[in-house]
């Protein structure tokens, strides 16, 4: 079964650059009518009044997602405007490249605040209102390193990998209610995240990359037909299961790569 998705309601976080801004702009194609957050409001209203010249309805949301007061009343506003809140997208989120003996535990507090605890104070403020509706669907922007890690990306990874046991824990607890959750694994992607993002530890990058865009549209096919795991690049699958079953052959394989 195909998801209509014209009229739908979708809430993104993160939207004023890399992925979430792509996601608005692929939703808002598909016909959907949108609620935009992001610290950055002057790029949220860039953002809009584009979408808006486009025959796109949207409202934007100034605000930090670590504050869960401003969260729920964002929901509520979001609710009140629109009716409803179809698709949650939780996609607002920072980087760290440091080792792990060189990553303070503030640092590790300051990005499990963002890209766990946010994403938990959001999806918690949406369900009570998607039940009621009987509908609704969380997508969770994880990481490939939310399946398998890397050096320097100790904290990072650790968020992504607890993204993903929040995510799995409430995909079960929601069986039945209508409300889906879907878990979004990008690899590298080519936005300012990696540019803004602390680096005390560099690690030469091989493989594949893809664009915001691939990802935004990865994540509209599964609005459109819901599944648990999103992997834009595809063999980027077959990672999860080589780790969970040769771990140390992984290590070596990497080893040998990141090294050279």
């Given at each position: 079964m195909t998801i209509e998705t014209a009229g739908r309601v979708a809430l993104i976080t993160g939207a004023s650059a890399g992925i979430g801004e792509a996601t608005a702009r692929v939703f808002a194609e598909?016909?959907?009518?949108?609620a935009l957050?992001?610290?950055?409001?002057d790029r949220l209203e860039r953002l809009a009044a584009e979408l808006r010249a486009k025959g796109a309805e949207v409202a934007i949301y100034p605000l930090d997602v670590t504050g869960a007061p401003a969260v729920?009343?964002?929901v509520d506003a979001v609710a009140t405007r629109f009716g409803a809140v179809d698709v949650l997208v939780n996609n607002a989120g920072r980087g760290l490249a440091a080792t792990f003996e060189d990553t303070t535990p503030e640092e590790f507090r300051a990005?499990?605040?963002l890209n766990l605890i946010a994403t938990v104070t959001a999806s918690q403020a949406v369900l009570p209102l998607m039940r009621r509706q009987g509908r609704g669907h969380i997508l969770n922007v994880s990481s490939v390193v939310g399946r398998r890690s890397l050096?320097?990306?100790a904290a990072y990874a650790a968020t992504k990998f607890?993204?993903?046991?929040v995510s799995e824990s409430l995909r079960l607890e929601l069986r039945g209610t209508g409300v889906r959750v879907s878990l979004v694994y990008p690899i590298?992607?080519?936005t300012e995240f990696h540019a803004v993002e602390p680096k005390r530890f560099r690690l030469r990058r091989r493989g594949p990359v893809q664009t915001a865009e691939q990802v935004a549209r990865a994540m509209l096919r599964c609005v459109r037909r819901p599944r648990a795991e999103v992997y834009p690049y595809r063999p980027a699958r077959f990672l999860a299961g080589f780790a969970a079953l040769f771990p140390g052959l992984l290590d070596r394989m990497m080893g040998r790569v990141l090294t050279r």
């Open positions: 598909a016909g959907m009518r949108l957050c992001a610290r950055r409001g729920r009343r964002m990005l499990l605040e050096p320097g990306r607890a993204m993903v046991a590298y992607t080519v």
